[in-house]
């Protein structure tokens, strides 16, 4: 009889530390989340995204500068998260968004809000950030809190030139 009551209690254990593992892990599998976006809806989230300053950063996995300089980026949204919001825009195929954008995201740890440009026009996604703006890869866009840009940068950023454009903005 009480081999039987400790196989009984034992099953029960398990029944019940299962589904906590489950839950523990699902977080994390969810916690990377990538919109497909047009040029207009890009607008849109620009015009919305005021009260706090914005820093849009543009980026690609086949480009070797943007994924050298991402760590800082993830830094700077994390340090930096009451003071600035930090958006990514990935100009990669959104086709690649399963097979390289986020696992390339997860790996960076990156829990800023990313999306993926389904650009038809070039031209119209180039003018949208900036009409000086070449369309090269990685530039970042900061905008105030009243949605005006008040600089863009081109090339690779340290962490420390991210720091020191959004603090001179």
């Known amino acids: ?16 530390i299962k ?17 497909i976006v047009s040029v207009e809806d890009l607008r849109k989230i620009i015009e919305n995204k005021t009260g ?23 830094r700077l949204a994390d340090e930096y998260e009451d003071k600035i919001d930090v958006v990514g825009i990935s100009v990669d195929f959104p086709e690649e968004l399963d097979s390289k954008i986020i696992p390339f995201l997860k790996k960076q740890g990156a829990s800023f809000t990313n999306y993926v440009i ?9 003018n949208l950030l900036n009409k000086n703006w070449s369309g090269a890869v ?32």
Request: with cysteine; aromatic share 12%.
């Open 1 to 16: 009889m009480n081999k039987i009551c400790l196989i009984l209690l034992l099953t029960g254990l398990v029944f019940l």
């Open 19 to 35: 589904p906590v593992y489950a839950v523990i892990e699902t977080p994390a599998e969810n916690s990377i989340k990538v919109e």
């Open 52 to 74: 706090k300053p914005l820093l849009i950063n543009v980026w690609a996995t086949w480009c070797a500068p943007c994924r050298e300089e991402f760590p800082d980026l993830v």
């Open 118 to 126: 389904k650009v038809i026009e070039p031209e119209d996604f180039i």
């Open 138 to 169: 990685p530039a970042t866009f900061i905008y105030d809190e009243k949605g005006r840009q008040v600089k863009y940068l081109i090339g690779k950023q340290s962490f420390e030139e991210f720091e020191k454009a959004i603090e001179n903005q």
